[in-house]
Every structure is written in structure tokens, then in C-alpha cells.
């Protein structure tokens, strides 16, 4: 240790300052004085927007993460309410068209009926509405089945039309549904008329599988018939009631090696695509009567005759 130093007081660790409580009413009065001065006189507002034109880099830039969280959950916000609205605009649609479907269907239903409620007036028979279910599974015939049998008193043998003519036959009768025989079908024949020259003629379903048309078969070739001429039920069979529209002469053609003309003839009914119908009550019973065998014969009442 030097001898200079001995007896001397060691200098302090920190330099020493004025007080805390000097400290304390320094700034306090420092920030009353500058409150008042910036109420009364404004003299902070150059200095708060130097400080708010230097740090707004910074507070740019450290809102940049919130804004493009916020845009970028918005975003998927938007396609999914986009994605959810294309749903429900492309089911309003289906919708839509499906009804617009259905008004069509119902329209050419209606007018259907209508014409329907017309022929079952014009018609001097008992009559039973009746509406198609489906076609016969038997695809070398044309049959279709209708809603109504046996316990809605349908007979074997019945006329069955449409609002536009004569559509079949029911040929077959079950409880609760039944068999209708078309016109076209090739084992189905009709009596017919021809309304301008009063020609009868017998009306065949079209030997050609699917041609939907009639054939008139055994008429002479010289017979007075032409193209457009309606044909109507003649009534002579006793099961048709006589005027029922059945067909107009689509073609006719005569050959010179045969005596019969070959005439075809389109139906008038909707055949393919009749929904409602009328069953008619037949005129006469057309089903065959077996023969009672306890009913004595001729041979038996003349046994004893040589």
C-alpha cells in the first residue's frame, strides 16, 4: 500500500447522484409542467407525431401476421360459404326442374282426363275408370295391367278405351287386376267400319313385332278404301259398342297375283303410353257357355229312332 494513501477515505463503489426524493419531485413537477403546457399550449404535439411517423414501420410491421391471419380466415370463410351456396342454388334447381317436369307430365295429364270425362259421356255403357300399372313381362305380346279386377266387377272380354278410341280387350281377370289385350298385339282382332263408305272389315294386330299398327286382312282389292279414312267399331260382334274410334288407313297396296289388298291401318288410341283408361261393360256375355251333361241332347230324346 502506498504511504500516500494511508489515512485517506477509499472512493465510493458507485458514483453517487442526488436522491431518490430530489429524483421524485423533479419529475414530478417535470410531467405536471408539461401536462399543463401541453394542454394549455400544444407544445408535445410536433414531438408525439415525429414519434408516431417513426414508429409506424414498426407497428406495420408487427400487425402484418394478425392482418394475414385474419385474410387468409376470411378467405376460407368465403369458399366455404361460397362452396355451401352453389349447393343450395344447384338443389333449388333440381328442384326446380323436377317441379317444371312434373307440371308438364300433370298438364298432359289433365287434358288427358278431361277427354277421358268426354268419350265416358259420349259412351252409352256402364263404365269403370281404370289406371295402367305396367306392361306384360311377356315381350312377344303387347298387354298391359290395369288397377282393376274381379272385386270392381271387370268382366272377360270387356272394351277398354282411351280419350281417344278403342285401346284393347281385358282378356284376362284377376282379383284385384287384370289383363288387357292391345289392338296391336298379333292375336287381337277388332270388327270395324269404315265411317265414309259404311266398309266392314275385321282389324288384326300387325303380325310385325313392335310395328304398333292394325292390318285389314281379307279385304277385296278392289275394295273403296284410302289413305286417312277413319275406322270405327261396327258393332256387329256384340262385345264393342258400335262408333268407338279405332284406326285411320295408313297405307294401302294392291297386288295384281292376289284378290285381298293389303291395308295398314294406325290407332288412334295411345297405345304405348295411355295411363288412364275406361273399362265398358260388354254388350253380350262373349265367353262360351260349356253344355250342361245332365241337359238331355237330341240323339237322346230320339234314342229310340233308327
Not at 33 to 42: K, P, Q, S, T
Not at 119 to 137: G, K
Not at 154 to 175: F, K, M, N, S
Request: charged share 15%; aromatic share 6%.
Amino acid at each position: 500500500m502506498l504511504l500516500g494513501t494511508i489515512g485517506s477515505t477509499p472512493p465510493p463503489f458507485f458514483k453517487q447522484g442526488p436522491s431518490a426524493l430530489s429524483k421524485l419531485l423533479f419529475f414530478s413537477a417535470l410531467s405536471l409542467f408539461l401536462m399543463v403546457a401541453d394542454v394549455r399550449f400544444g407544445v408535445i404535439v410536433p414531438l408525439r407525431a415525429t414519434v408516431a411517423t417513426v414508429l409506424y414501420p414498426v407497428q406495420w410491421l408487427a400487425l402484418r401476421p394478425v392482418v394475414w391471419s385474419k385474410a387468409a380466415s376470411l378467405y376460407f370463410e368465403t369458399v366455404q360459404s361460397s362452396l355451401a351456396k352453389q349447393a343450395a342454388a344447384q338443389y333449388q334447381l333440381g328442384l326446380q326442374s323436377q317441379r317444371a317436369q312434373q307440371v308438364e307430365q300433370l298438364t298432359l295429364e289433365n287434358s288427358r282426363l278431361r277427354a277421358l270425362l268426354t268419350m265416358r259421356d259420349r259412351v252409352n255403357a256402364p263404365v269403370l275408370a281404370a289406371q295402367v300399372l305396367f306392361d306384360a313381362a311377356d315381350p312377344y305380346s303387347r298387354k298391359v295391367i290395369i288397377d282393376k279386377g274381379a272385386l270392381s266387377a271387370v268382366e272377360r272380354g270387356a272394351p277398354v278405351i282411351d280419350e281417344d278410341g278403342v285401346l284393347g280387350q281385358v282378356t284376362r281377370v284377376y282379383p284385384l287386376t287384370s289383363e288387357v289385350t292391345l289392338l296391336t298385339d298379333r292375336n287381337q282382332a277388332i270388327p270395324i267400319l269404315n265411317v265414309r263408305t259404311g266398309v266392314r272389315g275385321l282389324a288384326f294386330g300387325d303380325s310385325v313385332l313392335g310395328s304398333g299398327s292394325l292390318e285389314l286382312r281379307f279385304m277385296d282389292a278392289n275394295v273403296d278404301m284410302k289413305p286417312g279414312d277413319l275406322l270405327t267399331t261396327s258393332g256387329v260382334d256384340g262385345v264393342y259398342p258400335p262408333g268407338l274410334s279405332v284406326a285411320r288407313v295408313l297405307n294401302m297396296e294392291r297386288a295384281a297375283d292376289s284378290a285381298f289388298a293389303r291395308i295398314t291401318c294406325q290407332p288412334v288410341s295411345h297405345v304405348a303410353s295411355s295411363l288412364h283408361v275406361l273399362v265398358l261393360q260388354p254388350l253380350i256375355d262373349s265367353t262360351l257357355v260349356r253344355p250342361d251333361p245332365d241337359t238331355p241332347t237330341v240323339t237322346n230324346v230320339h234314342r229310340g229312332l233308327p
